[in-house]
Nanobody, 122 residues
Framework: VQLVESGGGLVQAGGSLRLSCAAS????????IAWFRQAPGKDREGVSC????????YYEDSVKGRFTISADNAKNTVYLQMTNLKPEDAAVYYC????????????????WGQGTQVTVSS
């Protein structure tokens, strides 16, 4: 399984970014993809996840109403649309995947992307 993230960058507070996670190598459709983030000196935090089959989504409380996770199953790509970004959203964002149900607990996932930096200026 391979996950490739893209879309990070520098944005002003209040701005928007869209992250992409392209997945390959899964042998079935029964998997979930999640976005995590890790800021310097902080633990890795689950942001959002989506089930490949059922499309169910979950969000961490601080991003509800600002972030939207979606999937293009034909492209095996998951997106994280981030709006109204705040300085506290700045972090390295990772996508993660594994067979089974959606979860925001990082130990659920054995497959990880390389990460993409999101910087939010105030």
């Amino acid at each position: 399984v391979q996950l490739v993230e893209s879309g990070g960058g520098l944005v002003q507070a209040g701005g928007s970014l869209r992250l992409s996670c392209a997945a390959s190598g899964f042998t079935s459709d029964d998997y979930a993809i999640a976005w995590f983030r890790q800021a310097p000196g902080k633990d890795r935090e689950g942001v959002s996840c989506i089930g490949r089959n059922d499309g169910k989504t979950y969000y961490e409380d601080s991003v509800k109403g600002r972030f939207t996770i979606s999937a293009d199953n034909a492209k095996n790509t998951v997106y994280l649309q981030m709006t109204n970004l705040k300085p506290e959203d700045a972090a390295v964002y990772y996508c993660a995947a594994d067979f089974g149900r959606c979860s925001l607990w990082h130990r659920t996932y054995q497959y990880w992307g390389q990460g993409t930096q999101v910087t939010v200026s105030s």
